[in-house]
């Protein structure tokens, strides 16, 4: 069993396959986009692999692909199959922006993929688009249609919450929750890098930020009632809302610290195992995996290295890197 140093069990990895994204969302990416890494330095499909059958064999049991857009890295299925036949690994999952989930996502489901959390910070195809830097918010709900008609559910939104922005639409992003057992989850904005000025129409990034209280304050009209978190899987408190109809979460790095239940270790696309989202110290795996060495040591070491909470308050931004670089 992997445990951190303040007896936490880790049994979470979230796996960002590529750095690269069809979107450039406002709080994630410069409008120019970013310099990619070289193809040489991301993780092939076969080391993806290797690193998590070492993680099950720690006691990993569920693995997150994310990115950058996952979608975009060719090939995609053939990974998940790869990991849904790992022994131990109980779920494979995946986060994406949901652009290429309408012709994928046929194909993920028979590859064993079984759930699928959608980025949609807007209901407004105008504001979606300039939120994105040119999304399709139409293609984005396909997406989503095409997913539960495979039985990835229950879809899972993540929604970034920005002042001037998006807090007219709380209530109504809230009530896609109504339908098909979906989620909807509201993500306190992360003062991450590139959080250089988003455009014109835009607020400064630095006043964007959304504390959670406040969140829960505008959604209070649907009577939002505290539930146990239903995944067990992450940093989210969990509320039944409108008479039970639908479920929303609250994830809030920032103002809440939900350090003390994280179970999760982040691999980046480049081979570095990350132990904090929120702090920047990471431990290089790919040398051990081109080396044909051992990775539960490493895994180990990353364990240990978890922080007991970050200490965002005390910095207020990350020097390292960006999101769609760690995977979110
Ligand atoms: N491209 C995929 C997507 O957008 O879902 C997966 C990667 S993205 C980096 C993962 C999640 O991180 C998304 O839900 C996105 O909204 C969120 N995210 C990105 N930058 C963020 C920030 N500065 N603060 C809070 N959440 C952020
Ligand atoms: Fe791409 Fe996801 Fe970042 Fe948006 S949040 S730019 S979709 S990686």
């Known amino acids: 069993m992997l445990v951190d140093g303040y007896r936490r069990p880790v049994t979470y990895l979230r796996v960002s396959v590529t750095d690269r994204c069809n979107l450039r969302c406002v709080y994630c990416m410069p409008p120019e986009g970013i310099e990619w890494q070289p193809h040489a330095g991301i993780l092939r499909y076969e080391e993806i692999y290797a690193a998590v059958r070492a993680a099950a064999g720690l006691g990993i049991r569920s693995v997150r692909l994310t990115g950058g857009e996952p979608l975009v890295r060719a090939g995609l299925p053939a990974l998940v199959e790869m990991l849904a036949a790992i022994p131990g690994i109980q779920e494979v999952s995946l986060t994406t922006n949901g652009l290429l989930l309408e012709k994928m996502a046929p194909e993920l489901a028979q590859a064993g993929l079984k759930r699928v959390n959608v980025s949609l910070d807007s ?34 939104f993540n929604v970034v919450v920005l002042r001037g922005v998006n807090l007219d639409e709380l209530l109504d992003l809230a009530a896609l929750s109504f339908e098909n057992k979906r989620q909807v989850r509201f993500i306190e904005l992360m003062p991450v890098k590139n959080q250089a000025p988003w455009g014109e129409g835009f607020p400064a990034s630095g006043q964007a930020y959304v504390p959670a209280g406040e969140i829960l304050r505008r959604l209070a009209p649907l009577d939002p009632q505290p539930v146990a978190s239903t995944c067990g899987c992450g940093p989210a408190r969990s509320y039944t809302i409108a008479g039970g109809r639908g479920v929303i979460g609250l994830i809030s790095p920032i103002g809440d610290h939900f350090c003390g239940s994280c179970n999760r270790l982040r691999l980046t696309a480049d081979g570095n195992l990350r132990p904090c989202l929120l702090n920047d110290q990471e431990v290089p795996l790919r040398p051990a995996l081109r080396a044909g060495q051992p990775l539960e040591p490493l895994f180990e070491q990353a364990a240990r290295l978890k922080p007991s909470g970050h200490q965002l308050d005390l910095r207020p931004a990350l020097g390292g890197r960006s999101m769609r670089q760690i995977g979110g």
């Open 123 to 156: 209901l407004s195809p105008e504001r979606f688009a300039r939120i994105t830097r040119g999304g399709s918010l139409d293609q984005v709900l396909r997406g989503v249609q095409a997913a539960e008609a495979c039985g990835l559910t229950p879809v899972k």
